[in-house]
């Protein structure tokens, strides 16, 4: 999923919340911004609280392929840091492993050139 509708989608959300309407007087998050990896940490925070794990996975390899700086880096070790605490029975009944997380580590690791 494209990060830019989730970031939409979240922020319509927010909005419904904050003043109660469906549609009208929406916000709208331009990822252009410099908080637009807080933004990632964010929207990845919310998935992993659903325990949606691989959909925030897909999102955050997204990222990793449109800029490769620091800051995602950074938030894609906390994400698989964050997935390592969780239990194998709870990642199993999410159809995510441990080995998953692992894998994703390396594949970071790679990426961003870390060994």
């Known amino acids: 999923m494209d990060i830019e509708r989730l970031i ?9 919340a904050l ?3 469906k549609e ?16 990632l940490r964010i929207i990845l925070k919310s998935l992993i609280s659903k325990k949606e794990y691989s959909k925030a996975e897909d999102l955050l390899f997204e990222e990793i392929e449109k800029s490769k700086t620091e800051a995602i880096y950074k938030i894609a070790v906390d994400f698989y840091e964050e997935l390592s605490e ?24 790679a990426l961003f050139n870390t060994k």
């Open 8 to 16: 939409n989608e979240l922020s319509r959300n927010i909005g419904k």
């Open 19 to 21: 003043v109660n309407k």
């Open 86 to 109: 969780k239990s194998d029975e709870e990642l199993r009944e999410n159809n995510f492993s441990k080995e998953e997380v692992l894998q994703g580590l390396r594949d970071i690791e």
């Open 24 to 39: 009208d007087n929406m916000l709208l998050v331009n990822l252009e911004n410099d908080g637009s990896s807080e933004l």
